[in-house]
């Protein structure tokens, strides 16, 4: 008897051990089990796509982000434009200490909105990509608009996008810089579309052909596209009849020259013939300086658009002085000859004013 006793014991401690092990394991797998499905509820949940984005901004991959928020709800922001705004937002701020809340929602998205340190901080919209994965973006809404004129018949892209024609405004008018023509029979036409909230200036382009730009109004947001051009003749008539304008109010060129190279029948000429330039002091000695045509463009083959830039400098003997001078020119071809028909001044655009 003793020794069945003797046997029996380490038995069933050995029974007890291994019920132990199997029990431990059996937990072990449960709550792996267990973790991998909260896992998988928390990378199907909405939330989990908040988590990833201020990782990403903690990291600063606004590049990312940016693309993440085109998918989301593409938009006329540039890239630049968005990237900045991000950095105004988040740059310096611990990501950690955002609050958040669900705001709205509807069957393809979820709007939260954000608070930091007690204070309304923004809002983020979350939707699936085409993988199905709850991706997020921060809701911005511009307070720009821009009006973009384009040679009509051509299909305008804005961050390589086709805009919608329910954006187009006008078709088939005279662009702005020529309707101050009075015969505008000549004029080419374009299409007239408006991209509204804005962070800042969109980037254009035309679709199937990179040899456009744009130049930008100096007075408004407006945005004129037309095909680039190096021509040295076409460059050389910019300088030459900006020149002879602009020598006008300094009595270093007569009304009759600056008729001679200007559309007569026009606003702008209108207002320079009556310009009183008596005002302007003698000088012995005067000269223009640093001519320079940037972004220059075309909007049809006898029509022009561009910077021009100048300096000029006159002296008495005893006071002289050097100005910065910077207008926006349209030219038109009539006749073999480039004529000014409108000119806008703006000092900003000479390179000097910012040295």
Known sequence: MELNKQIRKP?????????????????????NSLRKQYASMEQDSP???????????????????????EEISPDSNSEEAYIQKLQSVYDGV?????????????????????????ADF?????????????IASTLFEGNETWKIEVPSGLTLLV???????????????????????????????VDI???????????????????????????????????????????????????TAAAYPAQDASLAEVAAVSITD??????????????????SESYFSNQSVTNLIQQSDHTALAYVTMDYYATNGEVERTWHCGYQVSLINLDGSWKIAQMTVDQELNPAMTE
Not at 94 to 118: C, P
Not at 159 to 185: A, E, H, K, L, T
Not at 219 to 231: Q, R
């Open 266 to 283: 026009s606003d702008w000429y209108s207002r320079i013939s009556t310009l009183e330039n008596y005002w302007f002091t003698d000088h």
């Open 11 to 31: 038995t069933a401690v050995m029974v007890l051990v291994m019920t132990a092990v199997i029990s431990i394991a059996i937990s072990y797998l449960y709550l």
């Open 159 to 189: 961050n390589g996008s086709p805009v919608s024609d329910d954006q187009m405004i006008s078709s088939g008018v005279v662009p702005d810089n020529f309707r101050g023509m009075y015969d505008q029979s000549s004029v080419p036409l």
């Open 193 to 243: 579309y408006e991209l509204t909230n804005l962070l800042d200036q969109p980037e254009v382009s035309i679709e199937g052909d990179d040899s456009y730009a744009v130049l930008k109004d100096v007075s408004s947001n407006t945005l004129y596209a037309g095909k680039t051009s190096e021509d040295q003749n076409l460059i050389q008539a910019m300088i030459d009849d900006t020149q």
């Open 47 to 69: 939330e989990s796509a908040i988590t990833e984005y201020f990782r990403k901004i903690s990291q600063k991959s606004y590049e990312e982000l940016y693309q993440e928020a």
């Open 94 to 118: 611990n990501t950690d200490a955002i609050d958040y809340s669900l705001e709205s929602s509807d069957e393809t998205s979820y709007t939260y909105a954000l608070r930091y340190h007690n």
């Open 122 to 134: 923004g809002k983020l919209l979350i939707r699936k990509n085409e993988e199905g994965t709850w």
